[in-house]
Nanobody
Framework: QVQLQESGGGLVQPGGSLRLSCAGAGGLIFEYYAISWFRQAPGKEREGLLCISMNGDGTTYADSVKGRFTISRDETKVSLQMNSLTPEDTATYYC?????????????????WGQGTQVTVSS
């Protein structure tokens, strides 16, 4: 069964940094697809954050993370580098793909989701 797997979540102090990873498993030809990062905080709607195309072109969807979060990829994983974290960044973070090789102008329906990784920003 093809799947995506996130890792790297945890507890971090305000102002700190964290790096999340998303990898493919179960035979998913990971490197062929654009990968997006989303997050969902308790009581809030899911929010699309960034996307990276098959070729490595990044798209930022959320103004709240511009200048603080960056997305990158290599052959085996997509990384989300998160800097200057605030308590408002506390959420479950998910990677997902719509099985296309490019990023849409706005985050759309995804075909495959990871299980999520919890990020908590607190002192």
């Amino acid at each position: 069964q093809v799947q995506l797997q996130e890792s790297g979540g945890g507890l971090v102090q305000p102002g700190g940094s964290l790096r999340l990873s998303c990898a493919g498993a179960g035979g998913l030809i990971f490197e062929y697809y654009a990968i997006s990062w989303f997050r969902q905080a308790p009581g809030k709607e899911r929010e699309g954050l960034l996307c990276i195309s098959m070729n490595g072109d990044g798209t930022t969807y959320a103004d709240s993370v511009k200048g603080r979060f960056t997305i990158s990829r290599d052959e085996t994983k997509v990384s989300l580098q998160m800097n200057s974290l605030t308590p408002e960044d506390t959420a479950t973070y998910y990677c997902a793909t719509d099985m296309l090789d490019y990023c849409s102008d706005v985050p759309g329906p995804m075909d495959l989701w990871g299980q999520g990784t919890q990020v908590t920003v607190s002192s």
